[in-house]
């Protein structure tokens, strides 16, 4: 096992290299470049992310899968208007399903202008999801692992059709992803679910290892790394619970590689967002009637905020900007909202419409969304809006709605993964045929480069 840092004390006992690169070819036959091995880069923090240490603690694993090369195509741009340029490419899957291609998880970036992402194929049985990378110099972006070549599996046992939860970024530099059932359809213990697992992708090292079924017999659908960088915790969701969930948040420490605690707060509603109390560094999660709690990652205590959400229960929610303010949505009356390091929130409007993710400038002037999320981006024209934080005026950085119809023969559904990093906006789209208006169906990867 390895050791990556001090390990945090038990709370409630629970149960449980060298760069090489090869060409490839896009879809119209162009060679790309394609990096093959761990080139020594060096992932380095985005904003808002735990710091990455270069201490000895951190040494890569020896169990991991090593990275694929299974796919590459390139973005082509299919906008550009008023200094904004919009490149798109669906991704690279493996191939037809019996499922529905989505992408349902919030992707990372990795401060290297590289960019990790997931999709699934939203099956139960045998269901598999899949692991991207986009490169931003080169503007390709690469699929190179699955769930199910990594992690133990018997034919026609239940799979892992959908990454749900946001991936999150450790101090060593790894990304942590979790799975989630793509469908609840006939999922039960005795057809071979055996809890979501989670895992850890190490971008220097290019592996993705298996950390086990950590939450129990419980799927994952929301995730975040606690403010030491080393402390996950995660939403879980009992398979067996009637709506709404009902589930418990485990706590993981990643330098020990160990379950720590679970923690059952009976209120917890929604499973789609955590985030960091600014006051406290605590973990703050939804319970309903438009309130807040927020849990110690150490103690495994939790209490109320004082704190009353704009909408019912929270829905996305950013790292916190330097000054410590997070910047939220929340849903069931869609609003924004902010709450201060002093505590305050801060209700700042209608979003537009449902919006699951929020991306924010480096040194938090500004956020980003892209609102009717699930699958009715287009009836609202697809834009992705921007909002100066210290003004509170919104506007409107692009519409994917005729660049998508035009160039991709596609109507635009919405987003769960909207990213800034550099001058770009980098978004998972989930879209369907012009003549399908479910807005689901194929994703495709688009970024936005002049923001």
Known sequence: MRQRGRVLPTSVLVSMLVLV??????????EITVPTASEATVVTSPEGQPEVTTSGDCEPAADGVAWRDDATIGLELISNE????????????????????????QGIALGDGRHLSAVGDHLGADANSYFFVYDSEQRIVTRFGDVLSVVPHEDGA???????????????????????????????????????????IEPNARTISDRGAVAGEFGIPTMTMAGDGRTLVAGSVDVDSSE?????????????????????????????????????????????????????PVSGEFADLDVTLPGWWLRSV?????????????????????????????????????????????????????????????????VVNSMDTASGDITEVTSLLDPFEEELGLLPGGTYSIVYHDGRLILGVNASPLADDSGFGTVVLVVIEGV
């Open 21 to 30: 690169a090869c060409v490839t070819v896009d879809s119209d036959g162009n």
């Open 82 to 105: 008023d200094g904004i340029e919009v490149y798109a490419a669906e991704y690279p899957l493996p191939g037809p399903t019996e499922g529905l291609w989505t992408q349902w998880g």
């Open 158 to 200: 239940f799979g892992y059709g959908k990454i749900h939860a946001q991936m999150a970024m450790d101090n060593c530099g790894s990304i942590w992803a979790a799975t989630y059932w793509g469908t609840r359809d006939d999922l039960t213990y005795e057809n071979g679910y055996e809890g979501d697992r989670l895992l850890e």
């Open 244 to 296: 709404p969930d009902r589930g418990v948040l485990t706590i993981y420490d990643t330098s020990t590689e160990k379950t720590v605690t679970q923690v059952d707060d009976p209120r917890h509603e929604g499973f789609r967002a955590l985030g960091i109390d600014p006051m406290s560094g605590n973990i703050f999660y939804s319970i309903g009637d438009n309130r807040l709690a927020a849990v110690d």
């Open 318 to 382: 950013t790292r916190p900007a330097p000054d410590g303010t997070v910047y939220g949505a929340a849903d069931d009356e869609p609003a924004l909202f902010s709450i201060s390091p002093s505590g305050e929130l801060t209700d700042l409007g209608d979003p537009g419409g449902t919006t699951t993710s929020i991306a924010m400038t480096p040194d938090g002037s500004r956020i980003f969304w892209m609102p009717e999320a699930h699958g009715g981006a287009w009836e609202v024209g697809a």
